[in-house]
């Protein structure tokens, strides 16, 4: 299965937080937050959406933030995602 979005909303796949110590050693980040950086792994077809023409800003592949409330949790085929809106994407990470 998957996760086709429509209008103007993202599927996003959470990236693993992990933090390393300054002598290297890398520590899981179970007790912390969750981060609000993750990939997009699909994007929706963006158009007319609420009367407003709106057009995709992101790709799949890129590495976004987004809004820390943002979104609907969903777990499909034991993978965790975040459908979000296009306005909940606040920047995109670039390298």
Same mark, same amino acid.
């Given at each position: 299965? =998957?996760?086709?979005?429509? &209008? *103007? =909303?993202? %599927? ?5 937080? +992990? #933090? ?12 912390? +937050? ?16 609420? &009367?407003? +023409? %709106?057009?995709? #800003?992101?790709?799949?592949? *890129? ?9 609907? #949790? %969903? ?12 306005? *909940? %994407? ?6």
């Amino acid at each position: 299965m =998957r996760l086709v979005p429509l &209008g *103007d =909303r993202i %599927v996003l796949k959470q990236l693993v937080a +992990e #933090e390393t110590t300054k002598s290297g050693i890398v520590l899981p980040g179970q007790n912390k +937050e969750k981060p609000q950086q993750a990939e997009v792994v699909a994007v929706g077809p963006g158009g007319m959406v609420d &009367g407003k +023409e %709106v057009k995709m #800003e992101v790709k799949v592949g *890129d590495q976004v933030i987004y809004s820390k409330y943002a979104g609907t #949790e %969903v777990k499909l085929d034991e993978e965790e995602y975040i459908i979000v809106k296009q306005n *909940d %994407v606040l920047a995109i990470v670039s390298k």
